[in-house]
Nanobody, 125 residues
Framework: VQLQASGGGLVQPGGSLRLSCTTS????????MGWFRQAPGKEREFVLA????????AVADSVKGRFTGSRDNAKNTLYLQMISLKPEDTAVYYC???????????????????WGQGTQVTVSS
């Protein structure tokens, strides 16, 4: 099983980025997916969760209204669209996969079985 996050980079405040998480070795359409992030000197934190069907089941208050998760099950890929980026969004962003026969989701790190390696997002002028 492999998860590969990509699409990070340097962006100015107010800008946008779209992250991708390509997966292999999963029955992707039966996994709920999550995005987490870790800022320098801080614990990793939950960002949002996407169910089998692409619903944003849970979204952290800090990104609500600015970040949207989506997925393309045909391409085994998860996305994170980020708009109105702020300096405090600077972090390494990780994608994670959760096997869930009930089609649920989790906002906890220990709720996910597989993790990608992370992609750096830096918001700075």
């Amino acid at each position: 099983v492999q998860l590969q996050a990509s699409g990070g980079g340097l962006v100015q405040p107010g800008g946008s980025l779209r992250l991708s998480c390509t997966t292999s070795g999963l029955g992707f359409s039966r996994y709920s997916m999550g995005w987490f992030r870790q800022a320098p000197g801080k614990e990793r934190e939950f960002v949002l969760a996407v169910t089998w069907g692409g619903k944003n089941a849970a979204v952290a208050d800090s990104v609500k209204g600015r970040f949207t998760g989506s997925r393309d099950n045909a391409k085994n890929t998860l996305y994170l669209q980020m708009i109105s980026l702020k300096p405090e969004d600077t972090a390494v962003y990780y994608c994670a996969a959760r096997w869930d026969v009930s089609g649920g989701y989790s906002d906890r790190e220990d709720g996910y079985q597989y993790w990608g390696q992370g992609t750096q997002v830096t918001v700075s002028s």
